[in-house]
């Protein structure tokens, strides 16, 4: 469960990334969905190492605020960038 935690995770930093060479608007909304995918994905992982005591509460409700800020800013940016378009 953690390496998927492990991949997801870094997922979104690497989708960011790649959307900031994007070939067109299009595109570039396009990465930056698939990290606001990953995020959602990374939620599920942290939720299940938290509810079997792989991680403390302490460690889940840091990487979850973390996790819930990336996913707001990914979903006003992907919100903008379309209203824009």
């Keep these: 469960m953690s390496m998927q935690l492990y991949k997801s995770g870094t997922s979104i930093g690497a989708n960011i990334h790649e959307g900031l ?4 608007k ?15 994905e990374t939620t599920y ?9 792989y991680i403390t509460q302490q460690m889940f409700e ?12 990914l979903t006003a940016i992907i919100k903008t960038s379309k209203d824009n378009q």
């Design 21 to 24: 060479q994007a070939q067109s």
């Design 26 to 40: 299009a595109d570039f909304i396009s990465k930056l969905g698939i990290a606001l995918k990953e995020a959602s």
């Design 62 to 73: 840091s990487m979850m605020t973390d996790c819930d800020e990336l996913s707001r800013l």
């Design 45 to 53: 992982w942290l939720k299940l190492l938290f509810r079997t005591d």
